[in-house]
């Protein structure tokens, strides 16, 4: 049974060129005179933009996809490729091929199959990264319209009956994939597990003995090779401008290495006398005392000696969604409960609609609203994710904490270098309407580096979640276990688009998820639950306009080269074909054959 599912992208990346770096190797001018890598196909206002700080933004780079039938394949595009390869992680049910990527029309196509494929993987979906298409520090727009079963054939019960545009999701049944549009460190290569082996998602420049086993580039090493700077840590960390589906966006920001047990929330309980479940603190549930919220009951946390988690986050509101009475704040309640928290789970009186007791409560960029507090009683809100990190190992640990440690008396493998540590992210969800998966959501990433930088996620240009240098370079201190202080995002990044599924986010990580998992692989689909008819036959992710800006336009600086790492280490970022494929020219060209132009009107 096969079924189709289409994605309009537009891409434009920007940059922030006053820093006068170095371009890379020149190019001979354009004969149009816009920039080589600027689609002339690009509208004139879109080739500026402004940051939320007033930073001017000037485009050097964009994609309109406005040419039919581009391959993706491999070498066959000067800009992007569809990869050809399993979807091999976080229990992963999906296999990209690029046969189901082409454009039509204006717009970026994907079809989606669902059926089975002698991979023991059953569903084609779409990963395009643009490897080369790096960026350190900027911009991203991208007008989305997200991945859901919304189609007259579906059951979806928001289908069946009338509803309205800001109603919220009701049944998350129907929207079963985790589609993305994220950013990546450029050491490291999505999928391809050997190249982010104790590498991603690292973000920390300092010798630390102990942490150093665990970091592949670390800055206890002066002879790393590869032409990299000797004692650098460098790392292939990572940004998501939006994952997610069903009723909420996450955005992210993940680092490696985390923070020690004594600086997180306490553990649930699973046996009496509280009896929770592990997962209770994806949904801040638990029974268990502390186990919710980072330092809340204070009671629960008054032996540490210091405080808990990541400090002075900031959340707003999804503009977007209708308000609630019932969820208005007060900033002086909340204020005045600071240190003083008796609740065990969120309390409007207590603490910031983040459901954080450590969130900014400081005034936003307009002072006419603060951070942190719901004073118009917005139902989408954006709240600190329950899901904040795992501990990474290599298959020979015994670690406890590991997610399949080694069982003692079974033989190692030795099949790569041992390590062992804590990544975080750095997390907010926020939830969204039914609208988001009928019409075209705007979606925005502003990311800068340095002390002084941030990165902050906005719905039409409003502020949802923004990320401080400092709550990541100056973390919590004290008792007798260390905490790293990482560094604010630096590594030059690139951009990927993609749907998956999965059985361990989403729907899937509960129970139920396997109604909606197809049958065996090697007989025919078959779904579990009749009401779920129709899911995979309605799939649709429309993207319309991405842009992008960068505070530094090339990734060979001095300070974090990458061309000779990439070229040494083939083995580790190339599939089993193993040979170099010759990329295509046909760039952007203002020819004189009056070919036809498909203009993007999204924003």
């Known amino acids: 049974m096969g079924h189709v599912s289409v994605v309009a992208v537009v891409v434009l990346v920007m940059v922030r060129d006053s820093m006068e770096e170095d371009m890379g190797p020149p190019t001979l001018p354009t004969r149009s005179g816009v920039e080589a890598w600027v689609d002339v196909d690009t509208p004139e206002h879109a080739r500026r933009k402004q940051s939320s700080r007033g930073?001017?933004?000037?485009?050097v780079m964009s994609d309109e996809f406005n040419r039919d039938n581009r391959s993706f394949v491999a070498g066959e595009d000067h800009l992007w490729t569809a990869l050809d390869i399993p979807d091999g992680v976080n229990a992963a049910l999906g296999w990209y091929n690029s046969s189901n990527?082409?454009?039509?029309?204006?717009?970026?196509?994907?079809?989606?199959?669902?059926?089975p494929r002698n991979a023991t993987y059953f569903n084609q979906w779409l990963e395009i990264p643009a490897w080369e298409t790096r960026t350190m520090g900027g911009l991203i727009d991208v007008a989305v319209k997200l991945p859901g079963a919304v189609d007259a054939k579906s059951w979806n019960p928001h289908v069946r009956k009338k509803v309205k545009p800001t109603d919220p999701i009701t049944d998350v049944r129907f929207y079963p994939t985790w589609p993305g549009v994220w950013l990546m460190g450029n050491l490291g290569r999505a999928l391809f597990s050997g190249s982010t082996t104790r590498m991603w998602p690292w973000s920390f420049n300092e010798c630390d003995h102990a942490l150093a086993p665990h970091q592949a580039i670390n800055a206890c090493n002066g002879s790393v090779g590869f032409g990299l700077n000797p004692y650098q840590g460098r790392g292939a960390p990572e940004l998501d401008v939006l994952e997610g589906g069903g009723v909420g966006i996450s955005s992210s920001?993940?680092?490696?290495?985390?923070?020690?047990?004594?600086?997180?929330?306490?553990?649930?309980?699973?046996?009496?006398?509280?009896?929770d479940?592990?997962?209770?603190?994806?949904?801040?549930?638990?029974?268990?005392?502390?186990?919710?919220?980072?330092?809340?009951?204070?009671?629960?946390?008054?032996?540490?000696?210091h405080k808990s988690w990541y400090q002075g986050l900031r959340y707003a509101a999804n503009l977007r969604c209708p308000s609630n009475r019932q969820q208005k704040q007060s900033f002086d309640q909340v204020w005045a409960a600071r240190g003083n928290i008796t609740a065990n789970t969120y309390d409007k009186t207590q603490m910031s609609a983040g459901q954080d007791v450590h969130a900014d409560l400081g005034w936003m960029d307009n002072e006419k609203r603060r951070w942190g507090i719901n004073a118009n009683g917005s139902m989408c809100f954006a709240i600190g994710n329950g899901y904040t990190g795992t501990f990474l190992c290599d298959p020979d640990s015994y670690n406890p904490k590991c997610a399949a440690p080694r069982r003692q008396g079974v033989e190692p493998t030795k099949q790569?270098?041992?390590?062992?540590?804590?990544?975080?992210?750095?997390?907010?969800?926020?939830?969204?309407?039914?609208?988001a998966y009928t019409t075209l959501y705007r979606y925005s990433l502003e990311w800068v580096m340095g002390p002084q930088?941030?990165?902050?996620?906005?719905?039409?240009?409003?502020?949802i979640f923004e990320v401080p240098a400092s709550s990541v370079?100056?973390?919590?201190?004290?008792?007798?276990?260390?905490?790293?202080?990482?560094?604010?995002?630096?590594e030059p990044l690139y951009l990927i688009m993609n749907i998956a599924v999965a059985?361990?986010?989403?729907?899937?990580?509960?129970?139920?998820?396997?109604?909606?998992?197809?049958?065996?692989?090697?007989?025919?689909?078959?779904?579990?639950?009749?009401?779920?008819?129709?899911?995979?036959?309605?799939?649709?992710?429309?993207?319309?306009?991405?842009?992008?800006?960068?505070?530094?336009?090339?990734?060979?600086?001095?300070?974090?080269?990458?061309?000779?790492?990439?070229?040494?280490?083939?083995d580790d970022e190339c599939d089993d074909d193993g040979s170099d494929d010759h990329v295509q020219g046909e760039g952007s060209s203002d020819d004189s054959e009056g070919r036809h132009h498909n203009h993007s009107h999204c924003f």
């Open 277 to 305: 479940v592990w997962y209770c603190t994806y949904t801040k549930t638990c029974r268990t005392p502390g186990a919710n919220l980072a330092d809340a009951p204070t009671s629960m946390y008054v032996n540490r000696t």
């Open 416 to 435: 790569m270098d041992s390590f062992e540590y804590q990544m975080d992210a750095i997390s907010a969800n926020w939830n969204i309407n039914f609208e």
């Open 253 to 275: 920001l993940q680092i490696a290495p985390g923070m020690p047990d004594a600086y997180r929330t306490l553990p649930p309980i699973t046996t009496a006398p509280y009896y």
């Open 453 to 463: 930088g941030y990165a902050r996620w906005m719905l039409d240009d409003n502020p």
């Open 55 to 59: 930073d001017d933004w000037q485009l």
């Open 503 to 570: 059985k361990s986010w989403g729907e899937c990580i509960r129970p139920r998820c396997t109604k909606f998992i197809p049958g065996p692989l090697d007989g025919p689909t078959v779904f579990h639950s009749m009401v779920l008819v129709g899911v995979c036959a309605a799939l649709l992710l429309v993207t319309c306009v991405l842009r992008a800006g960068r505070m530094r336009s090339a990734c060979a600086e001095a300070h974090h080269r990458r061309e000779l790492r990439l070229n040494a280490d083939d």
């Open 473 to 490: 370079e100056k973390v919590p201190q004290g008792g007798a276990t260390p905490n790293p202080s990482k560094l604010m995002i630096e």
């Open 101 to 115: 990527v082409y454009t039509k029309d204006g717009r970026l196509v994907v079809r989606v199959d669902e059926g």
